[in-house]
């Protein structure tokens, strides 16, 4: 018979023992939780943030006279989220869901801009929704440019997996047939209003090499099993009680409690991978309790790290051991390096005369989408990659300049003109030295070091946002708009909050973290799909590619554990 205390040990690591461990709840953790119960593994999801249970979303109905400050930021707002506060997202009506920077403090050696949720569902409830295909003209770029390594898979290896992960989390969009923004498995998509039809007519006439479609999105358009149809009220930051666009809460958690095989732990923060020197497997995770302080192991046969890009970036560079001691599989030295992010800063406006009788109905949840046209076939743009546009016409306010009392409130019943909006994003190369490490002498309030993100745009992003501008007051002249405006501004890296690229995938253990499947070289049983796995960033939004990714990652590894190869 074991020992009192040797029984009691057993005993307490079975409780705490799982098929599998996935770290994050966000975008890419709620899918391989999701497909991992799916395929019948027990399996543990950690959370650092507090929960959030769908459909009770705090502000989803509130009015805007309930909100005390008119959606504006208080000092004190602005003082505890020093670096959320930068981005235009966050507002008195979501401000629950981001995270506190006072508590979280990172050192920025040039300005990086973190923004964070600290909620079960993470940027799944903030995200804008944007769902695009990449293609070759993607994943080849590297190979045909000579830029850092080659992507180990192509467009026919994941476009199946599109097809699975669009049929469920619902895609609304339409077939445009192009070759660098492939179709996929859509709901029928929203409308253009009139002056967007204008538009589109003028640009796809007066150029030749570029076409105006409408937003490709993850909102209903058409209810699927368990969410309803989009009401077109673009509160989709503060959540969704009808489920109409996907997110971690509505849609992947759901399914993967369904099964029964989800335990689901919140407010608790991964502190490292652990590592069996002898058999070469992280065999869990320690964990603080972010209540009590409390450090404890969990451990599993699997693990899927999906944190986001710069989270699992600390958990690897901390999980240090005799073979690892820059990190959990950092023998190439990659972890952390290559960090990357899509520019963005450009707005452009223009007034629309006429189409006075004419208005639209709700307010559509996306934007209409000018794809990519520059460097498509061959090199005919000074920079490398490219870049798309989004935007919108819409009417403004009355002008109320000289209106008082009467006046003023029946001015303010008829809408202004119209007017037409463009931004971008562009794409950012892959750089070594855009890169995060650990702090040397600064520390967290939980002892550990602080990361130090070192990352910045270069000249290649330079020059193509300075384009970006300049075509974007072109086009709103060539559709003959007047009074046409540009702020061609530059965002800092990580405010367009597609962080990517510090544990590349690639073909050789020397130069990359994972292989064509997500899984680590050097430690087999652990997996990346989130934004660390990227090996270059295209100029599309990259979530529903981490979807893909995820789902293809989880039935492989689910494949190899069934031959006992994991």
């Known amino acids: 018979m074991l020992p009192d205390s040797l029984s009691v040990n057993t005993r307490g690591k079975e409780q705490h023992t799982y098929d599998a461990i996935v770290v994050g709840s966000g975008i890419s953790g709620g899918w391989a939780a999701k497909e991992l119960c799916e395929k019948g593994l027990r399996v543990l999801l950690l ?65 990086f801009d973190w923004i964070r949720g600290d909620v079960v569902g993470g940027r799944s409830l903030l995200w804008s929704r944007a769902c695009y295909r990449w293609s070759d003209l993607d994943f080849e770029a590297n190979m045909k440019e000579g830029i850092a390594v080659d992507w180990p898979i192509r467009y026919k290896d994941i476009a199946p997996w599109y097809d699975y992960v669009e049929k469920f989390i619902g895609v609304s969009g339409s077939r445009d047939g192009l070759p660098q923004l492939p179709d996929g498995e859509f709901l029928p998509p929203f409308e253009m209003n009139c002056v967007e039809k204008v538009f589109q007519q003028h640009i796809e006439k007066h150029y030749r090499d570029r076409q105006v479609i409408i937003g490709r999105t993850a909102n209903l358009t058409q209810p699927v099993k368990g969410r309803g149809q989009c009401q077109a009220r673009d509160l989709c930051h503060r959540g969704c009680p009808y489920g109409a666009y996907f997110s971690t809460n509505a849609s992947t958690l759901p399914a993967a409690f369904a099964t029964g095989l989800l335990t689901l732990r919140t407010n608790t923060l991964v502190n490292k991978v652990l590592y069996d020197e002898r058999t070469q497997r992280a065999t869990g995770v320690e964990v603080i309790d972010m209540e009590t302080g409390e450090t404890t192991e969990f451990f599993s046969r699997i693990l899927f790290l999906n944190a ?109 003109g119209w007017q037409m909006g463009l931004y971008a994003f562009g794409e950012c190369l892959p750089y070594a030295d855009n890169r995060i490490t650990l702090h040397t002498e600064k520390k967290d309030k939980w002892g550990r070091p602080q990361l130090h993100i070192d990352c910045e745009f270069k000249e290649n992003e330079k020059v193509m946002n300075r384009e970006m ?22 965002s800092f890296p990580g405010n367009a909050n597609h962080e990517m690229g510090t544990a590349r995938m690639g073909r050789d253990p020397k130069t990359s973290v994972l292989n064509g499947f997500n899984q680590m070289h050097e430690v087999k049983n652990v997996f990346i799909t989130d934004g660390s796995c990227m090996t270059s960033g295209a100029c599309v939004n990259p979530s529903l590619t981490y979807m893909a990714l995820t789902a293809r990652a989880c039935a492989y590894a689910v494949d190899e554990m069934k031959k006992r190869t994991l």
Do not use: C
Request: hydrophobic letters at 25%; proline letters at 5%; a positive charge.
């Open 47 to 111: 959370e650092r943030g507090s929960p959030v249970n769908h459909p009770n979303y705090l502000t989803a109905t509130k009015d805007p006279w309930e909100f005390k400050h008119g959606f504006r930021l208080t000092r004190d707002d602005k003082e505890k989220h020093y670096i959320q506060s930068r981005h235009w997202s966050f507002k008195e009506d979501n401000k629950h869901y981001y995270i506190n920077d006072q508590e979280n403090p990172y050192h920025e050696a040039k300005r």
């Open 308 to 416: 986001a890009t710069v989270a699992t970036t600390f958990i690897l560079l901390n999980s240090t051991s005799s073979r690892f001691p820059n990190g959990l599989g950092n023998g190439s030295d990659q972890v952390g390096r290559n960090l990357m992010d899509h520019h963005k800063g450009i707005s452009a406006s223009a007034d629309v005369d006429g189409y006075d009788d004419s208005y639209y109905y709700g307010r559509r949840p996306t934007n209409i989408y000018i794809p990519r046209f520059r460097n498509l076939h061959g090199h005919d743009a000074p920079f490398l990659r490219g870049y798309h546009f989004g935007g919108s016409a819409y009417r403004k306010r009355a002008d109320t300049t000289h209106a008082l009392g009467a006046s003023l409130k029946e001015t303010m019943s008829h809408p202004g």
């Open 469 to 490: 501008g300049e075509v974007a007051g072109e086009m709103l002249t060539a559709a003959g708009f007047k009074n046409v405006s540009v702020q061609n501004n530059m």
